[in-house]
Structures are given as C-alpha cells and as structure tokens.
C-alpha cells in the first residue's frame, strides 16, 4: 500500500485513522455481522451512529439548543435551492458575490425572487473579499448570503458582514470544522462534506428553529423542505448512511485532535508554512490578497502556463497529487484540509523550493 499527499479540494484527504477503522469495522460492525452500507437506517444500531454523530458535531460547533442539524442529500448545490424555497418570504435576498459558489447560489435564488447581488469581487477575478461593513442591505431582504471560505479562488472572510440585523446564511462547504464559529451569528450554516469532513454525497445545515416552517414558496418539493427533515431527525426517507458513519469518524477524530480551537491552530501553522514560501519564493506567488488568504485552499502560479503545468506533473511523480489549480484561475492549488498532516505541506514546500532551484 501506498499513500500520497492529496492536495484534491474534494473530494479530499480523510484522516488515516478513521479510514482505517472504517476498514476494521466493514465486515462487522460492532458485532451486528454486517457493514453500515447494509444496515437498515431504522435499525438500533444505525440510530446510535446518527445520534452520536449529531451530539459530537454539537459539542465541536457549541450549536446552540434553538438549532437543527440536518443531514440532507443533494450536496451543497441543491441547497442554493433549498434556501431562497424556505426563507423568501418576501421574494428578496441579497447575495455578496466571491466566487463561483456564491454565483451559482446567487443565480439559482433569482429563480425564485429577487436576488440582489450587492458586493462582489468578480472585478479581479475573485482574489479578494470585498468590504462589508456597509452594504446596501434590503429593507424587505429575508436573508444575505455568503460563500464563507471561496474554494475555487482561495479567498476567505476574517470578519462577518454587516447584514444590519438580516438573517445570515453562509456556505462554509470548504471551511467546514477548520476553526471555532459562533453558530448564533447564522441563521443557517451550512456545507458540504467532501471538502473537509467526509465522503461526498451529503450536506450539513444546521438551521435555526424559527426559519423552519410549513410557511415555504408554492410548489416547493416535500424533500426540499427543511421541516421536512427536521421532523423526521433526518430520517425522512434513507439517508446517506455510511456518509454519516465516516462523518461521524471524523468528528471523534476532531475531539481527540483537540478540538477546532486544536485545529485553527493546527491550520494555521501548515498554511503559514506554504504562505511564507510563497511569499519569499522568485518563481511563485499567490493570487489573492494577503488578509482574505483561506487557511484551506491555497493558489499559487508562477506566471507561466507551461512552467505551471511541469510542475503539477513533477509534484505527482513525487506523490504529491491533484495539485492543479481551477480552469478559471490556472496555474496549481494546494487545499490543505484538516486532515492534511503538517508533513504533507512541509513535503509540498520542499518540493516547490527544489523545483525552484531547478527551474529558474
Ligand atoms: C464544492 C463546493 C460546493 C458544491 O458542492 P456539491 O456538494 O458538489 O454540490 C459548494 N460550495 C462550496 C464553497 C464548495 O466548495
């Protein structure tokens, strides 16, 4: 067996650990004589791993008792959806447009009323996050939006909007778990899974009780309905039950790791690491601006097409893999998850300084 660095914005690296004791654990669960994959999700056992899954990922966000979690299908995508159908009640929200997530969220809500878009950073391609501390906030907006950590582009807000007492709904797909939040600043929070805490195919949203209600646009699909799932503890209909299993892994693996406040720390000593490089390196250079850098997604260049491309088809022969940065931003992108070990980066750094050395 051999493992690479995967340095793949998702689906990402998982921790050893909890793919190894997935591995113990797939012929016979904890004595039932069968794998999660086979197990009925109204069985005894299942019931125990969606209940701790839940309580662990509370104890680690500190989710307040007036918040649902949910653990819904359709990945992050479907929720740029699911969002404007539940919480436009006045047929108004307003965007803050970073990247290509929030587009596409932003795009999808104008279905359903009128989405305003009222700050965006599309003007340099993304690579920064624009001032919010005064944006012309709808009177008659039922939420603002943000994309919190900008996968694609490698961009993230140190502080929140000023949403002027609007609900705020983040998409926090690539940031998920990477540091402490304050859930009560969110009316929903929300993300997919296969960036930082699992295996593809589901979304958390953790919902505050008083935007879940019956009172939802005409038309909108019983799936698509959060009281749908808050009702039924996400148990509607079948679930995605061995994601919730790895998930679940995951954030016993996150509470023995310390916890976030463990694994900010954590991450920012590996990002500072592959930063500093870049900032002192003559062949590469980051493309965002210094104080929106994203501790998980890291783009770089060297400013030349066929020099990037050498390089991405070294990094893998060298075991360090999906290193190729967007088609929209070119050049390589680093995403260094929290389950990307320490020595990973050092490895990537290293190899970047000799391919300097090298190349220049
Ligand atoms: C990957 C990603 C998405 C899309 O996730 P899917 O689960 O594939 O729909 C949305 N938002 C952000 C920030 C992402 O990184």
């Given at each position: ?35 999660v994959m086979e197990m009925s999700h109204r069985s005894k056992a299942f019931d125990s791993i969606i209940q701790e899954a839940e309580a662990?990922l509370r ?9 649902k979690v949910l653990f819904l299908q359709g ?118 899974v ?7 195919g589901m979304v958390i949203a953790i919902v505050?009780?008083?935007?879940i ?9 019983t799936m698509m309905q959060y009281k749908t799932h808050a009702d039924a503890n996400s148990l509607y209909n079948t679930p995605n039950c061995y994601c919730i299993y790895m998930c679940g ?112």
């Amino acid at each position: 067996m051999s493992r690479v660095y995967n340095f793949s914005a998702g689906p990402a690296v998982l921790p050893e650990e909890v793919l190894k004791e997935a591995q113990e654990e797939m012929m016979d669960y904890r004595g039932t004589g069968m794998s999660v994959m086979e197990m009925s999700h109204r069985s005894k056992a299942f019931d125990s791993i969606i209940q701790e899954a839940e309580a662990d990922l509370r104890d680690l966000m500190g989710i307040p008792s007036n918040y649902k979690v949910l653990f819904l299908q359709g990945g992050a995508s479907l929720q740029f959806a699911m969002i404007p159908m539940n919480l436009m009640k006045n047929k108004v929200a307003d965007y803050i447009v970073t990247g290509q997530w929030a587009k596409k969220a932003w795009q999808e809500a104008s279905k359903y009323g009128k989405a305003n878009k009222i700050a965006s950073s599309e003007d340099k391609t993304f690579s920064y996050i624009p001032d919010c501390s005064d944006l012309p906030i709808s009177p008659d907006a039922d939420y603002v939006y943000i994309c919190e950590n900008n996968t694609i582009y490698g961009t993230k807000y140190k502080t929140l909007p000023d949403t002027k007492g609007k609900t705020l709904v983040a998409d926090i797909s690539s940031c998920f778990l990477s540091e402490p939040v304050d859930v009560s600043k969110y009316g929903i929070i929300y993300g997919g899974v296969q960036k930082n805490v699992g295996p593809a195919g589901m979304v958390i949203a953790i919902v505050r009780e008083d935007l879940i209600t019956e009172d939802v646009l005409p038309g909108t699909p019983t799936m698509m309905q959060y009281k749908t799932h808050a009702d039924a503890n996400s148990l509607y209909n079948t679930p995605n039950c061995y994601c919730i299993y790895m998930c679940g892994k995951v954030f016993k693996w996150l509470k023995k790791m310390g916890g976030l406040e463990a694994m900010k720390q954590r991450n920012e000593e590996k990002a500072k690491l592959l930063y500093d490089y870049l900032d002192s390196s003559k062949m590469f250079h980051g493309t965002v601006v210094k104080e929106d850098r994203s501790l998980m997604n890291v783009p770089f260049v060297t400013g030349d097409k066929e020099l990037d491309a050498k390089f991405v088809a070294e990094a893998a022969t060298a075991g360090l893999v999906n290193i190729k940065g967007h088609r929209t931003v070119g050049g390589m992108r680093a995403s260094i998850y929290n389950a990307m070990p320490k020595e990973g980066v050092e490895a990537l750094v290293a190899f970047m300084k000799k391919f300097e050395e090298e190349n220049l």
